[in-house]
Structures are given as structure tokens and as C-alpha cells.
């Protein structure tokens, strides 16, 4: 069965502190590995990974994708208040079409 | 401006009552997913589908509905089959698998 395994759960940091959010999956037929941050309703993208090794960047989020240990992780730098949020991680099985979703990453900056 | 739209945001319903929840894209995508999240679940898949008039169960149907008969629109309907109906829904949609899914403001369901 296809599953999406982020970890920890839940995080508490202070402002400015680097955090780094991890996502291991077991997905047939994987293509592509999502990215989203949910502040209060709808979740937003991030990054989409692809080619295992290749770091995508925006501003102070990354991410990088390891196709061999079947791993992403999600780094935020100089952390935010403003970073305080669910971040999903998911893959899509290009076979049955699903998207499945891991558990979430509760992150809250403190001030 | 082009999005998914999920009416109503909030929703009150009766123990009993089925209640249909509207999902509406203008982005002329080909698929849309219908998610549950609940505290410390993720989001979990109910039904999703590729195309009009198709539709597939997702990993928790029972008691909900769907139907596909345009390719912009995609209501799910909680019926009183669901045992435990409250719960933040989220609606997806994408154009295919090598894209990101957008999702709609979601509605949040409470059964009284």
C-alpha cells in the first residue's frame, strides 16, 4: 500500500532558527513529490521534485529530493513567525491516479 | 481569475441529514479530488476522478457520494451513512499527474 510518512509532527522553534521537516515515501510508480504549506484553509504549493539531488529554492525555503533512499526534506532558514504552519508532503501514483498525503508538519515559530 | 471554489465555508447539519458539498474549478482541469482532513490526520482521499462521468473510490468512501457530470464541477454529498461526518473537507483539482494539485478555501462540516 502507497504511504507518505512525515516527520516529527509537530515542531516549536524560536524566530530566526532553522528547521528541517522530513518526508519518506513508499509510492508505486512515483513521479513527483509535492510540497504544500497550510496556514488556516486552503494548502499552497511549494515544490514540485522530480530528478533526485537538484535543490529547489524559494527565498528562504528548500528542498531536495533523494530518489534512492525514497526522501525529501523541507529546510527553512531564519525561520518567521509567519512560517507557522502545517506543511503536507505528498505523492502522486501515476497509476491509479491518487494523490496521497502524509500526516503533516505542525510548525510554530515563536517570537 | 481562475480557481477552485468550495461553497459553503461553513456548514451545520442535523444527525440524519445528508448534505451536498459544492466544488467548482474554472481552470479546465481534468481531475478533481475530494479530501477529509481531521486533527493529526493529513488529508485523507475520498474520491477523486480523471474525467467526466468517472469517478474512483479513494481510501475512506463510505457514506459519501459523488458525480461528474461536468468537467468544472464536482459535489460530494455527506450522507447519514457517515459516522462521523465533522471534519474540514478539502476539494482538488489538477490537469494532470506531472502538476501540482490547487485546492480550494475548504468547508468546514459540523454535525449538531
Known amino acids: 500500500e502507497d504511504k507518505v510518512v512525515q516527520s516529527p509532527l509537530s515542531l516549536v522553534v524560536h524566530e530566526g532558527d532553522t528547521v528541517t521537516l522530513n518526508c519518506s515515501y513508499e509510492v508505486t510508480n512515483f513521479r513527483s513529490l509535492l510540497w504544500y504549506k497550510q496556514e488556516k484553509k486552503a494548502p499552497t504549493f511549494l515544490f514540485m521534485l522530480t530528478s533526485s539531488g537538484i535543490e529547489k529554492k524559494s527565498g528562504r525555503l528548500s528542498s531536495i529530493l533523494d530518489k534512492k533512499e525514497l526522501f525529501s526534506i523541507l529546510n527553512i532558514t531564519a525561520t518567521q513567525t509567519g512560517d507557522s504552519a502545517i506543511y503536507l508532503c505528498a505523492a502522486p501514483n501515476l497509476i491509479n491516479d491518487k494523490i496521497i498525503f502524509g500526516k503533516g508538519t505542525r510548525l510554530h515559530i515563536l517570537p | 481569475d481562475g480557481g477552485i471554489t468550495q461553497s459553503p465555508k461553513y456548514l451545520f447539519r442535523k444527525e440524519g441529514q445528508n448534505v451536498t458539498l459544492s466544488c467548482e474549478q474554472n481552470?479546465?482541469?481534468?481531475?478533481m479530488y475530494w479530501y477529509r482532513q481531521d486533527p493529526g490526520q493529513g488529508l485523507r482521499l475520498i474520491y477523486y476522478?480523471?474525467?467526466?462521468?468517472?469517478?474512483q473510490k479513494g481510501d475512506i468512501a463510505e457514506g459519501y457520494s459523488v458525480s461528474r457530470e461536468k468537467k468544472e464541477s464536482f459535489p460530494l454529498t455527506v450522507t447519514s451513512a457517515q459516522k462521523n461526518p465533522t471534519a474540514f473537507y478539502l476539494c482538488?483539482?489538477?490537469?494532470?499527474?506531472?502538476?501540482?494539485?490547487?485546492f480550494g478555501q475548504g468547508t468546514r462540516l459540523t454535525v449538531v
Open positions: 481552470l479546465n482541469h481534468d481531475a
Open positions: 476522478s480523471q474525467i467526466v462521468n468517472d469517478f
Open positions: 482538488a483539482s489538477n490537469s494532470n499527474m506531472n502538476t501540482e494539485a490547487f
